[in-house]
């Protein structure tokens, strides 16, 4: 019998890698069966055709805004299916907010969530007593020049989703509803727009990870990115020179810590694999919880399930970081997923960094952003 091999393609950052690698060491162990990974950066990750991915991979991690294009596609394949009804329920169960709902589209599951992320705020421990919890500390400390912010697309349009959400008026996911409130979006446009004239404009082409790294480098002067996905990879010891602490968003609104725009991982399985069943074997068990909370974590990977959030030795690992940023993540929003999002999504932040980086009215873009949302609706 000839023994398989599946091929994976996961993002390039030792959280997306690190932990597919070592949990690939114990499936074959577990198994014989060898999963081989390869990785792509960060910007590849979030606009790079999932079809062709599918086409060369058994096993793809992807972002859940991709699920109505991917689906559209005929690309992936479904994971819920007869006789994994008891382990589907329990992946289900271990949902950290709306992390394991995001990946179902049209009735089916498409993926399965194994890294949990949404905008909260990372801060250094050793420069702050504690985390800033509003956006007016946050401008203190802007002024101060202790801040940056991410704004790299599609980042700058994750910022406004989380403050529109956080103001009370979340962004549609419906093309029959305006995308962005008129007076909410134009406050959370404003907001940006005074925050990133108080950063380094090298902000405008920082992501998460080119910020921590600025952050976390010996004699850094930065303390604070608010709006920034949750990395739990610069809060572990060693990793670099300075140790980064995360918590939950800066508050602008009055329900507490709601609205962050959701991101995280999920694994998928290709529609054109020769070995299905063995994939989705895989998928089933790299996403559950004893997987989650053991190996996956202590690997360097950031968990997707509750039981990994919950565990005691993977908070005092990180400085706290699951249990500081849960109620954030717990009031997660979903970002719109049909056909038609993910161009959208690129256009609406280059035209939010266009609208920051001058001084044109800010209900221009917002009308701008509105059109070009409906448009998206294919």
Same mark, same amino acid.
């Given at each position: 019998?000839?023994?398989? %091999?599946?091929?994976?393609?996961?993002?390039?950052?030792?959280?997306?890698?690190?932990?597919?690698?070592?949990?690939?060491?114990?499936? *074959?162990?577990?198994?014989?069966? &060898?999963?081989?990974?390869?990785? &792509?950066?960060?910007?590849?990750?979030?606009?790079?055709?999932?079809?062709?991915?599918?086409?060369?991979?058994?096993?793809?991690?992807?972002?859940?805004?991709?699920?109505?294009?991917?689906?559209?596609?005929?690309?992936?394949?479904?994971?819920?299916?007869?006789?994994?009804?008891?382990?589907?329920?329990?992946?289900?169960?271990?949902?950290?907010?709306?992390?394991?709902?995001?990946?179902?589209?049209?009735?089916?599951?498409?993926?399965?969530? /194994?890294?949990?992320? +949404?905008?909260?705020?990372?801060? &250094?421990?050793?420069?702050?007593?504690? #985390?800033?919890? +509003?956006? #007016?500390?946050?401008?203190? $400390?802007?002024?101060?020049?202790?801040?940056?912010? +991410?704004?790299?697309?599609?980042?700058?349009?994750?910022? *406004?989703?989380?403050?529109?959400?956080?103001?009370?008026?979340?962004?549609?996911?419906?093309?029959?509803?305006?995308?962005?409130?008129?007076?909410?979006?134009?406050?959370? $446009?404003?907001?940006?727009?005074?925050?990133?004239?108080?950063?380094?404009?090298?902000?405008?082409?920082?992501?998460?990870?080119?910020?921590?790294?600025?952050?976390?480098?010996?004699? @850094?002067?930065? %303390?604070?990115?608010? *709006?920034?996905?949750?990395?739990?990879?610069?809060?572990?010891?060693?990793?670099?020179?300075?140790?980064?602490?995360?918590?939950?968003?800066?508050?602008?609104?009055?329900?507490?810590? %709601?609205?962050?725009?959701?991101?995280?991982?999920?694994?998928?399985?290709?529609?054109?694999?020769?070995?299905?069943?063995? #994939?989705?074997?895989?998928?089933?068990? /790299?996403?559950?919880?004893?997987?989650?909370?053991?190996?996956?974590?202590?690997?360097?990977?950031?968990?997707?399930?509750?039981?990994?959030?919950?565990?005691?030795?993977?908070?005092?690992?990180?400085?706290?970081?699951?249990?500081?940023?849960?109620?954030?993540?717990?009031?997660?929003?979903?970002?719109?997923?049909?056909?038609?999002?993910?161009?959208?999504?690129?256009?609406?932040?280059? &035209?939010?960094?266009?609208?920051?980086?001058?001084?044109?009215?800010?209900?221009?873009?917002?009308?701008?952003?509105?059109?070009?949302?409906?448009? @998206?609706?294919?």
């Amino acid at each position: 019998m000839t023994a398989i %091999t599946l091929k994976g393609m996961t993002w390039s950052h030792p959280r997306g890698y690190d932990p597919m690698v070592a949990c690939a060491e114990d499936w *074959l162990k577990r198994t014989g069966v &060898r999963v081989e990974w390869d990785k &792509r950066s960060l910007q590849d990750f979030e606009s790079f055709p999932v079809e062709e991915l599918a086409r060369r991979y058994d096993l793809i991690v992807i972002d859940h805004p991709h699920v109505g294009q991917i689906t559209a596609e005929n690309c992936l394949a479904a994971l819920d299916i007869p006789g994994r009804e008891a382990d589907f329920a329990a992946l289900a169960a271990g949902s950290v907010g709306a992390s394991f709902p995001s990946y179902n589209w049209r009735g089916s599951q498409w993926g399965f969530p /194994i890294d949990a992320a +949404t905008q909260v705020l990372a801060y &250094r421990p050793d420069r702050l007593n504690a #985390a800033p919890r +509003t956006w #007016a500390e946050v401008l203190d $400390l802007a002024k101060a020049g202790e801040v940056l912010l +991410t704004l790299r697309p599609p980042h700058s349009l994750m910022c *406004l989703f989380s403050l529109c959400g956080n103001l009370g008026r979340p962004c549609s996911v419906d093309k029959d509803q305006p995308f962005a409130d008129a007076e909410i979006g134009v406050q959370a $446009l404003e907001m940006i727009r005074e925050l990133a004239a108080l950063v380094d404009p090298a902000c405008l082409g920082m992501d998460p990870i080119a910020a921590l790294d600025r952050m976390g480098e010996a004699g @850094s002067p930065y %303390t604070v990115s608010p *709006l920034i996905y949750g990395y739990v990879s610069y809060s572990l010891d060693g990793f670099r020179a300075n140790r980064i602490a995360f918590s939950d968003m800066p508050v602008a609104g009055e329900a507490g810590p %709601t609205g962050s725009a959701l991101g995280g991982t999920g694994i998928a399985v290709s529609a054109f694999s020769k070995n299905r069943e063995a #994939a989705i074997d895989f998928a089933y068990w /790299i996403a559950s919880g004893p997987v989650q909370a053991d190996r996956y974590w202590s690997s360097g990977g950031q968990c997707g399930h509750a039981a990994g959030w919950e565990d005691d030795e993977a908070n005092a690992a990180t400085l706290g970081f699951y249990r500081e940023t849960r109620k954030t993540l717990e009031g997660g929003w979903l970002r719109p997923r049909h056909d038609g999002y993910m161009p959208f999504q690129a256009a609406a932040s280059e &035209r939010i960094n266009q609208a920051v980086t001058s001084n044109e009215p800010a209900a221009r873009a917002i009308a701008d952003l509105n059109d070009l949302f409906v448009k @998206s609706f294919r």
